[in-house]
């Protein structure tokens, strides 16, 4: 496994910006959200999505499956003009270093990282994605200087008994924060205040996890995660012709609760209520906590990997303020503005330089 940590730095000018990411190998044979048609490969998505929302149930499964399949697909090089074409669009955060250093100049930056695929490698067992201890102390190097918040998919328990670093959390694809209270934002005190907008879903939560352990324990390799506000379904350990069977016994318990939806990231299926939260309102709230709501003079940087994290990229292009990184090997879709990659599995995904630029290992520079 090879982790990518890298804390730049502008001595300069005093100013340091530190960006802590983790790449590894293992996420290799999980691309999230890869493009899989040869061509049209943001649009085949597309179509699966309009399929799932706009048909009856017979076809929702065979849709459920079919983007089930379309996040998996096997092993194989990307075509390198497409992600040419890509990165032009999506450059990596490491090459557009000055550029990034020249936004940030005069203004407060805040950090947001996601926790899976981010800062710890993808994994098999999902109660194993450790952090390593390098990334852990990037993570604390960056909080020392920057207000810094985790938003994560897991329940925030979980993540912060992974990371156990004192910056902000937000578990549950953002439904359960754990901001600053006012006055007592970064280093100026220790109050905290709870965001959980989901609160009254909890039993139905606990209900539906009981439901689906349940129907899908006979699925072997089947892993219900109960992530507080939200559940996880996973299917990375599954065989691929159980896949359909396991999409099945999901939409079929998840057809009594028409008040949950069901959304994908890396082979899990995700359980969640409709409420119209995700990781883009929770940075949008902890931007309010710090008191960044309505400043010019912030710069919120966020670095993620999956579906997720595109609703926070999204606020950030929205806002017209801040910069979206997204970790990534493959071209996707995204509303990041830059990319990260692990140079060492060049071979698979990508060529070793692109536009020139060499991309760093490592590189841990502090002001
Ligand atoms: O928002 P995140 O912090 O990225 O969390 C998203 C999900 O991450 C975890 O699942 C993913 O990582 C597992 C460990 O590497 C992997 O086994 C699984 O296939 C991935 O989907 C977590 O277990 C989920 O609960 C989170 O929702």
């Not at 890298?6 to 340091?16: E, F, H, R």
């Not at 710890?120 to 990037?138: G, K, L, Q």
């Not at 006012?182 to 905290?192: A, E, I, L, S």
């Not at 990231?265 to 931007?287: C, M, Q």
């Amino acid at each position: 496994m090879t982790n990518q940590t890298m804390v730049i730095s502008d001595a300069k000018s005093g100013l340091t910006m530190a960006i802590a990411v983790a790449l590894t190998e293992s996420a290799l044979y999980s691309p999230a959200m890869p493009l899989v048609s040869p061509n049209g490969y943001f649009a085949s998505r597309k179509k699966l999505l309009k399929k799932l929302e706009a048909n009856g149930n017979g076809a929702r499964m065979n849709a459920l499956l079919d983007s089930m399949r379309a996040s998996s697909p096997t092993r194989r090089p990307t075509d390198t003009e497409d992600h040419n074409s890509w990165i032009l669009h999506h450059p990596s955060a490491l090459s557009m270093f000055e550029e990034i250093m020249r936004a940030s100049q005069g203004k407060q930056i805040v950090v947001f990282l996601d926790y899976d695929g981010t800062l710890s490698p993808i994994v098999e067992d999902p109660d194993r994605a450790f952090i390593t201890t390098e990334m852990r102390e990037a993570v604390r190097d960056v909080a020392k200087l920057f207000p810094t918040a985790i938003v994560s998919g897991r329940c925030r328990a979980k993540v912060y008994n992974f990371v156990i670093v004192r910056v902000y959390y937000a578990g549950s694809h953002g439904m359960d924060i754990k901001g600053p209270a006012k006055g007592h934002t970064h280093r100026k005190g220790n109050q905290t205040v709870l965001c959980q907008p989901a609160r009254e879903f909890l039993p139905m939560i606990d209900e539906v996890y009981k439901a689906l352990t349940e129907k899908v324990k006979c699925i072997p390799g089947a892993k219900v995660e109960n992530n507080k506000f939200c559940l996880s379904v996973h299917y990375r350990c599954v065989e691929e012709k159980k896949w359909g069977e396991l999409g099945d016994q999901v939409r079929m318990v998840i057809n009594d609760y028409p008040q949950l939806r069901l959304t994908q990231g890396r082979k899990v299926l995700e359980i969640r209520p409709t409420i119209k939260w995700d990781k883009g309102n929770a940075l949008e709230f902890l931007l309010e906590a710090l008191g960044y709501a309505e400043s010019n003079d912030v710069l919120p940087i966020y670095i993620g990997d999956d579906r997720t994290d595109e609703d926070a990229f999204r606020v950030l292009q929205e806002r017209g303020q801040g910069l979206g990184i997204l970790v990534s090997k493959t071209p996707k879709e995204t509303n990041a503005s830059y990319s990260l990659q692990e140079p060492s599995e060049a071979s698979y995904e990508v060529p070793t330089t692109f536009g020139g630029v060499e991309e760093v290992v490592r590189i841990k520079a502090l002001a």
